[in-house]
């Protein structure tokens, strides 16, 4: 299904994110430190200058329709980015590899969530609010 204009900024985001999270299994598939915190680093700088507000708009988005959707649904959804959060910013007291796995397998399996179960929702529940 075609994503109408409020979501397509979202959905070509979620690409970049995918991209970081094949990034970081690829930095700990070299076992090496300074490729990790390279790595790291990264995601630290698409975090400030995309992620956070990404999440922030997608939050505004499931408020809007939070009535009509499945409320599992937006509880993981929240749930997740509270997790990624987390993740993503310097008080995380994870191990550097151990960090960079759990971003880089619950970042592909959240985007794949948003992208197949939360995104067909609000596209049902906003399209004819927000077009």
Not at 26 to 55: G, P, Q
Request: aromatic residues 6%; glycine residues 0%.
């Amino acid at each position: 299904m075609p994503r109408p204009d409020f979501l397509l900024p979202l959905s070509r985001e979620h690409h970049t994110a995918l991209v970081l999270a094949r990034a970081a299994r690829k930095a700990i598939n070299t076992n090496d430190r300074v490729t990790c915190l390279e790595v790291l680093a990264k995601i630290e700088v698409y975090w400030h200058s995309i992620m956070a507000a990404h999440f922030d708009k997608e939050e505004q988005l499931i408020r809007r329709a939070e009535s009509m959707l499945n409320p599992e649904d937006v509880m993981r959804v929240y749930s997740e980015h509270s997790k990624l959060r987390m993740l993503v910013h310097d008080s995380c007291m994870l191990e550097l590899s151990v960090r960079l796995c759990k971003f880089a397998d619950l970042m592909a399996a959240h985007v794949r969530y948003e992208e197949r179960v939360l995104f067909p929702q609000l596209q049902r529940c906003l399209n004819g609010i927000l077009q």
